[in-house]
Nanobody
Framework: QVQLVESGGGLVQEGGSLRLSCAAS????????MGWYRQAPGKQRDLVAV???????NYADSVKGRFTISRDNAKNTVYLQMNSLKPEDTAVYYC???????????WGKGTLVTVSS
């Protein structure tokens, strides 16, 4: 089993910044990709950003230029630096990891980010 523990959510004013962290632990050989998804009330869970083991990244259009995903492979940890936050960024943010063997996906429990206007 693999556990993902997120931290760093909270309440911030519009224009502010937050940094999310997600640490993976448990039984796995390696991590292929780690990413962040978010789900606002009444909406589906959408990709925010993903980073693969080699360092390539992909972002949702809505966060490009404002959010930065990074990864510490030695610590099995992924970060999401969120700047210039907007009320529409309000959501529960979930960490996701795709791990070997068998390229299994795991999810964290989520951390709430609330951006006030």
């Amino acid at each position: 089993q693999v556990q993902l523990v997120e931290s760093g959510g909270g309440l911030v004013q519009e224009g502010g910044s937050l940094r999310l962290s997600c640490a993976a632990s448990g039984a796995f050989f390696s991590i292929n990709a780690m990413g962040w998804y978010r789900q606002a009330p009444g909406k589906q869970r959408d990709l925010v950003a993903v980073i693969i083991r080699g360092g390539s990244t992909n972002y949702a259009d809505s966060v490009k230029g404002r959010f930065t995903i990074s990864r510490d492979n030695a610590k099995n940890t992924v970060y999401l630096q969120m700047n210039s936050l907007k009320p529409e960024d309000t959501a529960v943010y979930y960490c996701n990891a795709n791990v070997e063997p068998r390229a299994v996906n795991y999810w964290g429990k989520g951390t709430l980010v609330t951006v006030s206007s």
